[in-house]
């Protein structure tokens, strides 16, 4: 199973494009990466768009990384801004993974990734996914949303 086209069509338009080139931290992802996260860890971030929550973990001293993304155009864009061209970005499915189990000791899956996989389903596949890909004892960032929350009370309120 992959994503569906309705995600990837939403994060392929243009009103996304502007997230290809952000650059900065926000004083949240910084706290939490300073505190919980290790620069010599192996690390993997999930839908990492451009490139740049990486690429400041990388001038901050992090290395071994990797990010994927489900959208090829997406995953360009962060190799061409890796000016070192050592961070491992890959076009890939949060729901289906091509890592071997245990292969991070480090996972981010910041800016609500979870929350927009369109199933419950499909939601719970990219949990275990994110458990199968991160070694015993390893460290998850996870960052969520609960737009059927939202969209209940919008209807009903």
């Not at 010599?40 to 001293?61: P, S």
């Not at 155009?73 to 070192?84: G, T, V, Y």
Request: net charge negative; hydrophobic share 35%; charged share 20%.
């Amino acid at each position: 199973m992959s994503s569906s086209s309705t995600t990837k069509d939403l994060y392929s338009g243009v009103e996304f494009s502007t997230w290809l080139e952000l650059e900065n931290l926000d004083a949240q992802e910084e706290y939490l990466i300073q505190k919980y996260l290790q620069p010599e860890l192996k690390t993997v971030e999930a839908g990492t768009n451009g490139g740049r929550i990486l690429l400041k973990m990388q001038e901050m001293g992090f290395t071994n990384l990797s990010g994927f993304d489900c959208i090829p155009a997406l995953i360009d864009r962060a190799i061409e801004r890796d000016p070192h061209r050592t961070i491992d970005f890959q076009v890939g499915d949060a729901i289906e993974l091509a890592y071997a189990n245990n292969s991070f000791e480090q996972i981010i899956y910041l800016q609500q990734i979870i929350c927009l996989i369109e199933t419950s389903t499909a939601r719970l596949q990219a949990l275990q996914e994110s458990y199968r890909i991160l070694k015993p004892g390893g460290t998850g960032l996870f960052s969520f949303l609960n737009f059927e929350s939202r969209s209940s009370q919008l209807i009903h309120g």
